[in-house]
C-alpha cells in the first residue's frame, strides 16, 4: 500500500519560505513521476511542480515559477518543494502526489494515482 506524507506546512509572512517534504512509503518510487497540487478554498486543485525523476526534468505552473524548486532524494524516497518570495495568494492545501500509470499530461491530477493528505500554507499579507 501506497502512502504519502506531506510535512512543513505553516504559517509565514508575504516574502518569507517555506520547504515542503513528502515521505512515500509501500513501494519503490524513483522511477515515477511525482507532483505537487495545491488547492485553495472554493477553488479546483491546480498544478504547482512535478519531477520525473532525481535530477531529470522538472516542470512548474506559471504562478510559481523562479520561486518554487522541487527536488526528489530518492535513497530517502522524498520529494521536497523549496517555496521562496511567498506570496498571500500561495495560500493553499498542498498536495504531493505519486503516478505509477501515468498517460495524459503530467500537469494534471488525473495522471497521479496517489495522493497524500494535504499540508496548509498560510501567507499573511
Known amino acids: 500500500q501506497v502512502q504519502l506524507v506531506e510535512s512543513g506546512g505553516g504559517l509565514v509572512q508575504a516574502g518569507g519560505s517555506l520547504r515542503l517534504s513528502c515521505a512515500a512509503s509501500?513501494?519503490?518510487?524513483?522511477?515515477?513521476?511525482m507532483g505537487w497540487f495545491r488547492q485553495a478554498p472554493g477553488k479546483e486543485r491546480e498544478f504547482v511542480a512535478a519531477i520525473r525523476w532525481s535530477g531529470g526534468p522538472t516542470y512548474y505552473a506559471d504562478s510559481v515559477k523562479g520561486r518554487f524548486t522541487i527536488s526528489r532524494d530518492n535513497a530517502k524516497s522524498t520529494v521536497n518543494l523549496q517555496m521562496n518570495s511567498l506570496k498571500p495568494e500561495d495560500t493553499a492545501v498542498y498536495y504531493c502526489?505519486?503516478?505509477?500509470?501515468?498517460?495524459?499530461?503530467?500537469?494534471?491530477?488525473?495522471?497521479?494515482?496517489?495522493w497524500g493528505q494535504g499540508t496548509q500554507v498560510t501567507v499573511s499579507s
Open positions: 509501500g513501494r519503490t518510487f524513483s522511477n515515477y513521476p
Open positions: 502526489a505519486l503516478a505509477t500509470r501515468g498517460g495524459g499530461l503530467l500537469t494534471t491530477p488525473n495522471y497521479y494515482d496517489y
